[in-house]
T-cell receptor
Framework: NAGVTQTPKFQVLKTGQSMTLQCAQD?????MSWYRQDPGMGLRLIHY???????DQGEVPNGYNVSRSTTEDFPLRLLSAAPSQTSVYFC????????????FGEGSWLTVV | DAKTTQPNSMESNEEEPVHLPCNHS???????IHWYRQLPSQGPEYVIH???SNVNNRMASLAIAEDRKSSTLILHRATLRDAAVYYC??????????????FGKGTKLSVIP
């Protein structure tokens, strides 16, 4: 019963490097999303997807790309890392049932130096 | 987007009930009220949700005001493991608002032994 799996859990990047945070869910959920959480703050939506092949921007999309080629996977790409992207990243998934539960991954801690 | 207002922090003695309030005066008729909690260094986890009627589950109870402009999460007997940040979130019935969730700073609950 894996739920939502994120990798890596910890990563240190140099400014300008690129990387991909992986997210996979095994619950056949249509909806997947990425959030970032800065110290002492709530979560802010980066990008989301309502199904394979469909993605859209959230509140803070700049500097990030996503794709959704399968129902299970929703990777988040940092194109050219900046210190302002130092944060904790959470992937989430849910089904389309009205009011359905949202499941979160355990988080990916990213530091950009 | 419909917003919620919660106190920044609350304290409770262990084994006593805790009432965590949330105001959502701009809630629409089809918004679901969700509560999630986040333990330190973990992703948010589902606690409870409801639409109009009060709800109970093994973790907590949710009391929803008759006009739906406020709700209260009730932990019947606080334990040290309940120390977390609790988020009250409105989730739309469908459409883009169904997954464009807005997380505030939540209420940080401290449990005193």
């Amino acid at each position: 019963n894996a739920g939502v799996t994120q990798t890596p859990k910890f990563q240190v990047l140099k400014t300008g490097q690129s990387m991909t945070l992986q997210c996979a869910q095994d619950m056949n959920h249509e909806y997947m999303s990425w959030y970032r959480q800065d110290p002492g703050m709530g979560l802010r939506l980066i990008h989301y997807s309502v199904g394979a092949g469909i993605t859209d921007q959230g509140e803070v999309p700049n500097g990030y790309n996503v794709s959704r080629s399968t129902t299970e996977d929703f990777p988040l790409r940092l194109l050219s890392a900046a210190p302002s992207q130092t944060s904790v990243y959470f992937c989430a998934s849910s089904n389309s049932v009205p009011g359905g539960t949202i499941y979160f991954g355990e988080g990916s801690w990213l530091t950009v130096v | 987007d419909a917003k919620t207002t919660q106190p920044n922090s609350m304290e409770s003695n262990e084994e006593e009930p805790v009432h965590l309030p949330c105001n959502h005066s701009t809630i629409s008729g089809t918004d679901y009220i969700h509560w999630y909690r986040q333990l330190p260094s973990q992703g948010p986890e589902y606690v409870i949700h409801g639409l109009t009627s009060n709800v109970n589950n093994r973790m907590a109870s949710l009391a929803i005001a008759e006009d739906r402009k406020s709700s209260t999460l009730i932990l019947h007997r606080a334990t040290l493991r309940d120390a977390a940040v609790y988020y009250c979130i409105l989730r739309a019935y469908s459409g883009a608002g169904s997954y464009q969730l807005t997380f505030g700073k939540g209420t940080k609950l401290s449990v005193i032994p």
